[in-house]
């Protein structure tokens, strides 16, 4: 049988730049494997292959058996993918409930352009205006996941960063994704916020039943969250397997880990 | 009297043109040098059925819109299909504004370079009020709407957009399209306001115009734009100043706004009776 997501010999250059290189991979449905690796080494562009924001050069992705290689982003999303952005991308100008809003758009469509249009008097009840509330009573439940509920009416720029991180996690999670996509959730968090994060996404990858994809530099968060690892070096895979095996690998512990890491 | 409601007109003409333009500038983020290019693509199609063909005026102006809204596809299609970086699309709409000029200039139809005269006075205050309302009426109702939320997403994050399953050549496509047919009906109100039309009417510097006008107005904004237009009708008058200082005028009114509010008069706001400090959030709140 296929896994849930299969990735095979996929491989990206940038002109000169192999950025990702015969990369083969697989994951089951509702695991979280963790990509790990140096910076540049590839991580971020694996997670742009699969979202379609670059086609692969070479290379096949399958998702439930069918191929993403060459779809563009927006149908992508449609099959069940949904990301965060290592450079945080909200939508800045929008309040945190807008920003969910925004991404709910994708499965509930409460009303056609011709009534946005022609059916909306205003101070006048509508199918506009009633779809709009149960957009945003919708919204608050996202909110209500991830602990932003109280922020819903700020502009999502004027948040602190942290919750920026979680807002993001709360929009990617509003696509209602079968996949989801983390690029360093945790980065710029000190390591209580971060082990906070790590047990906030494990608990709604449960309830949800997710399958996630997870980069990050803090050891401690992947370590725990993550049930396989894949290590990336130069493009290449350089290590696959349990948390556990990848902490005794030697090959990892040169490359990435460095000599003298011990798990705090 | 009849001299300020001549100018209280032409402001409500640029302020209709410039409203559909707000929804692609303001709202999706799209920077256009070629507007001018569906002002005249309305005006002629009105004075050719009206003059031409003996269309009543009343028909010939929604005609004026959709034949405009039309010609957009034209421009539209392949450069918001191909995702032109931001730069190389506004120089694609400064291509087609001057080509549109160009054609026109050498059809038959249109009569050359000596445009068309003797059109019908239509365009009443009455009237121009009348349409301007109802442009930011449905302009309103696009931009609040899920419809305006997409458009919204892209001009803050065209990245971001796409993976929230926004599909941005629809979305581009939509807002010119809309864009075009309020600058084809403004184009036309125009020509029955003037009673005379010709290419050079709608250079690129009437198109440098509108685009200056959605800008000083502020982004994101609807009533913007119109308070924009307003202004820019007005004060040139007001200091009664003619021809080449009126273009001073503008330079320096734009230059003044930018400079001391370079979010433009109302942007991401809207005037609003309920809050008079326009503090109101929607639509993007
Ligand atoms: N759009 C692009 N154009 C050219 N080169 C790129 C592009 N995107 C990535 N690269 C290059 O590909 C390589 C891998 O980059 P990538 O961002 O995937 O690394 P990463 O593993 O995510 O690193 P980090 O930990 O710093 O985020 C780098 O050498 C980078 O410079
Ligand atoms: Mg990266």
Same mark, same amino acid.
């Given at each position: 049988?296929?896994?849930?997501?299969?990735? $095979? *010999?996929?491989?990206?250059?940038?002109?000169?730049?192999?950025?990702?290189?015969?990369?083969?991979?697989?994951?089951?449905? *509702?695991?979280?494997? *963790?990509?790990?690796?140096?910076?540049?080494?590839?991580?971020?562009?694996?997670?742009?292959?699969?979202?379609?924001?670059?086609?692969?050069?070479?290379?096949?992705?399958?998702?439930? *058996?069918?191929?993403?290689?060459?779809?563009?982003?927006?149908? #992508?999303?449609?099959?069940?993918?949904?990301?965060?952005?290592?450079? #945080?991308?909200?939508?800045?100008?929008? !309040?945190?409930?807008?920003?969910?809003? !925004?991404?709910?758009?994708?499965?509930?469509?409460?009303?056609?352009?011709?009534?946005?249009?022609?059916?909306?008097?205003?101070?006048?009840?509508?199918?506009?205006?009633?779809?709009?509330?149960?957009?945003?009573?919708?919204?608050?439940?996202?909110?209500?996941?991830?602990?932003?509920?109280?922020?819903?009416?700020?502009?999502?720029?004027?948040?602190?960063?942290?919750?920026? $991180?979680?807002?993001?996690?709360? $929009?990617?999670?509003?696509?209602?994704?079968?996949?989801?996509?983390?690029?360093?959730?945790?980065?710029?968090?000190?390591?209580?916020?971060?082990?906070?994060?790590?047990?906030? #996404?494990?608990?709604?990858?449960?309830?949800?039943?997710?399958?996630?994809?997870?980069?990050?530099?803090?050891?401690?968060?992947?370590?725990?969250?993550?049930?396989?690892?894949?290590?990336?070096?130069?493009?290449?895979?350089?290590?696959?397997?349990?948390?556990?095996?990848?902490?005794?690998?030697?090959?990892?512990?040169?490359?990435?880990?460095?000599?003298?890491?011990? $798990?705090? | 009297?009849?001299?300020?409601?001549?100018?209280?007109?032409?402001?409500?003409?640029?302020?209709?043109?410039?409203?559909?333009?707000?929804?692609?500038?303001?709202? +999706?983020?799209?920077?256009?040098?070629?507007?001018?290019?569906?002002?005249?693509? =309305?005006?002629?199609?009105? /004075?050719?059925? +009206?003059?031409?063909?003996?269309?009543?005026?009343?028909?010939?102006?929604?005609?004026?819109?959709?034949?405009?809204?039309?010609?957009?596809?034209?421009?539209?299609?392949?450069?918001?299909?191909?995702?032109?970086?931001?730069?190389?699309?506004?120089?694609?709409? &400064?291509?087609?504004?001057? /080509?549109?000029?160009?054609? &026109? @200039?050498?059809? +038959?139809?249109?009569?050359?370079?000596?445009?068309?005269? =003797?059109?019908?006075?239509?365009?009443?205050?009455?009237?121009?009020?009348?349409?301007?309302?109802?442009?930011?009426?449905? /302009?309103?109702?696009?931009?609040?709407?899920?419809?305006?939320?997409?458009?919204?997403?892209?001009?803050?994050?065209?990245?971001?957009? @796409?993976?929230?399953?926004?599909?941005?050549?629809?979305?581009?496509?939509?807002?010119?399209?809309?864009?075009?047919?309020?600058?084809?009906?403004?184009?036309?109100?125009?020509?029955?306001?003037?009673?005379?039309?010709?290419?050079?009417?709608?250079? =690129?510097?009437?198109?440098?115009?509108?685009?200056?006008?959605?800008?000083?107005?502020?982004?994101?904004? &609807?009533?913007?734009?119109?308070?924009?237009?307003?202004?820019?009708?007005?004060?040139? @008058?007001?200091?009664?100043?003619?021809?080449?200082?009126?273009?001073?005028?503008?330079?320096?009114?734009?230059?003044?706004?930018?400079?001391?509010?370079?979010?433009?008069?109302?942007?991401?706001?809207? &005037?609003?009776?309920?809050?008079?400090? =326009?503090?109101?959030?929607?639509?993007?709140?």
């Amino acid at each position: 049988m296929a896994d849930f997501l299969d990735i $095979r *010999g996929l491989t990206k250059h940038f002109g000169g730049i192999l950025a990702v290189e015969d990369l083969s991979l697989s994951v089951a449905q *509702g695991t979280v494997l *963790g990509i790990i690796g140096p910076n540049g080494a590839g991580k971020t562009t694996v997670f742009n292959l699969i979202t379609g924001v670059y086609p692969p050069s070479e290379g096949e992705l399958l998702l439930e *058996g069918q191929s993403l290689a060459g779809l563009p982003p927006h149908t #992508i999303v449609q099959r069940g993918v949904a990301r965060t952005f290592q450079n #945080i991308r909200l939508f800045r100008n929008l !309040t945190v409930r807008q920003n969910i809003v !925004t991404a709910l758009d994708l499965r509930q469509k409460p009303y056609s352009l011709a009534q946005a249009l022609l059916c909306n008097p205003p101070f006048v009840e509508s199918p506009v205006k009633a779809g709009e509330r149960a957009l945003r009573e919708r919204a608050m439940t996202y909110l209500e996941l991830v602990g932003i509920e109280a922020q819903a009416d700020r502009r999502a720029d004027n948040l602190p960063y942290g919750l920026q $991180r979680k807002l993001e996690l709360a $929009r990617a999670l509003a696509l209602e994704p079968k996949l989801l996509l983390l690029d360093e959730p945790a980065a710029g968090m000190n390591p209580d916020e971060s082990m906070e994060l790590c047990a906030l #996404i494990r608990s709604i990858q449960r309830q949800l039943s997710l399958t996630v994809l997870v980069i990050e530099h803090h050891m401690d968060l992947v370590m725990e969250l993550c049930d396989r690892l894949c290590v990336l070096s130069f493009g290449k895979k350089l290590a696959e397997g349990t948390p556990a095996e990848i902490q005794s690998d030697p090959a990892v512990l040169k490359a990435y880990l460095g000599e003298g890491w011990v $798990r705090a | 009297m009849t001299y300020l409601k001549g100018i209280a007109i032409l402001a409500m003409i640029n302020a209709i043109s410039a409203v559909g333009l707000a929804v692609f500038t303001g709202f +999706t983020g799209m920077m256009s040098l070629g507007h001018a290019a569906f002002m005249a693509v =309305g005006a002629y199609t009105c /004075a050719i059925a +009206t003059k031409t063909f003996g269309l009543p005026f009343l028909l010939a102006l929604p005609l004026a819109g959709l034949v405009a809204g039309l010609s957009s596809l034209l421009i539209g299609i392949p450069t918001l299909r191909a995702n032109l970086r931001s730069d190389y699309f506004t120089i694609a709409t &400064l291509g087609f504004g001057e /080509a549109m000029r160009v054609l &026109l @200039e050498n059809l +038959t139809i249109t009569n050359g370079a000596r445009g068309m005269a =003797g059109l019908k006075n239509h365009s009443t205050f009455g009237v121009t009020l009348a349409v301007l309302v109802l442009v930011i009426f449905f /302009a309103k109702n696009f931009v609040f709407s899920r419809y305006g939320r997409m458009a919204i997403a892209i001009r803050e994050d065209p990245v971001a957009a @796409e993976l929230s399953g926004i599909g941005l050549f629809p979305v581009r496509l939509r807002s010119m399209f809309f864009s075009a047919v309020c600058a084809g009906i403004g184009g036309a109100l125009m020509a029955h306001h003037i009673r005379f039309i010709q290419p050079s009417m709608f250079t =690129g510097v009437q198109s440098t115009l509108l685009t200056a006008t959605v800008v000083a107005g502020g982004m994101g904004s &609807l009533t913007g734009p119109v308070l924009a237009a307003f202004l820019f009708a007005f004060v040139p @008058e007001l200091l009664r100043v003619a021809d080449m200082w009126r273009l001073v005028a503008y330079g320096a009114l734009l230059v003044a706004i930018i400079v001391l509010r370079p979010q433009g008069l109302m942007g991401y706001r809207e &005037l609003s009776l309920r809050r008079p400090s =326009g503090r109101r959030r929607a639509p993007n709140g």
